[in-house]
T-cell receptor, first 115, second 112 residues
């Protein structure tokens, strides 16, 4: 079964500092990978996706993620944190094997940005 | 274009009651999925429907059921509510065969 592991349920960074949120997946076949962001009392917004094209994926709001097959990782980064980035971030996976599109989410990482 | 819309936004029920949540997908999207997000956790997959048929089901009891209508909107029903059913219920829509799902803002269900 597909799964994703997000290391660190809470991450704090200073405004202007690098943001690094970690995600590792378990799958024998590279799946489709996603990062979603959830602001308080809101639904999920897609930040970026990896679908077996370029390994470095650029998303919205200055975020990007790099797919590394050898490390089974898909870490999310942003060079300079902004106060508006404070939210919860979820890594998610869909198996690259056809069938229905069950999305499996990680447990989430809450990002705090300190002024 | 409107995104995925869910109603109601908030709901309070008591144990043993039944609840129906509604979802309208993005125009042109024929696939709808439902997720449960308990506070402090990631969303958990409940169902996926397209072409009005159930295409996938997560590890949820039979108290949970859903259906999809000819206009591709969907309802999620939960019977015999338990305190543990308190959660944010998210609906997502997608184009059939495409792997990007777009989420609504959710329905916050509180079971007392």
């Amino acid at each position: 079964a597909q799964s994703v592991t997000q290391l660190g349920s809470h991450v704090s960074v200073s405004e202007g500092a690098l943001v690094l949120l970690r995600c590792n997946y378990s799958s024998s076949v590279p799946p489709y990978l996603f990062w979603y962001v959830q602001y308080p009392n809101q639904g999920l917004q897609l930040l970026l996706k990896y679908t077996s094209a370029a390994t470095l994926v650029k998303g919205i709001n200055g975020f990007e993620a790099e797919f590394k097959k050898s490390e089974t990782s898909f870490h999310l980064t942003k060079p300079s944190a902004h106060m508006s980035d404070a939210a919860e971030y979820f890594c998610a996976v869909i198996p690259n094997s056809g069938g229905y599109q069950k999305v499996t989410f990680g447990t989430g990482t809450k990002l705090q940005v300190i002024p | 274009d409107a995104g995925v819309t869910q109603s109601p936004t908030h709901l309070i029920k008591t144990r043993g009651q039944q609840v129906t949540l509604r979802c309208s997908p993005i125009s042109g999207h024929k696939s709808v999925s439902w997720y449960q997000q308990v506070l402090g956790q990631g969303p958990q997959f409940i169902f996926q429907y397209y072409e009005k048929e159930e295409r996938g089901r997560g590890n949820f009891p039979d108290r949970f059921s859903a259906r999809q209508f000819p206009n591709y909107s969907s309802e999620l029903n939960v019977n015999a509510l338990l305190l543990g059913d308190s959660a944010l219920y998210l609906c997502a829509s997608s184009l059939v065969g495409k792997n990007i799902q777009y989420f609504g803002a959710g329905t916050r269900l509180s079971v007392l």
